[in-house]
């Protein structure tokens, strides 16, 4: 599956190919940007605040808070549910996030959800 995400309205979109541009809630055409082939590697980027999982680094390319994404890893998917209670992120990983580059600033203050 590939995912995409509109810089316009910040829509993450997983399919076979590149999704339907009509109808952006932003105003007229969906403005998509391949992000990455989805996996289980948990990625957030600390501009936009857009949270994927992919199975590489994502492409730094589209960023809808200007340019280039800042993705951080955070962890490998797994069973255990963590919320940051400063960016209110959540994610299920196998072991403790990444507490690096929380969107709030500073650390993320992962607790068990
Ligand atoms: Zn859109
Ligand atoms: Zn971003
Ligand atoms: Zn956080």
Known sequence: ??????????AVVEGGGTPDGKGCPAGGMHDYTYIAETGPKYHLCSKCRILVKTF?????????????HEWTFLGEAGPNAWACKRCGARVETAAAPERANCPSGGIHDWKKA
């Open 1 to 10: 599956m590939k995912m995409h995400l509109c810089k316009k309205c910040k």
């Open 56 to 68: 590489a680094k994502p492409a730094d390319f589209g960023c809808p808070e200007g340019a280039y």
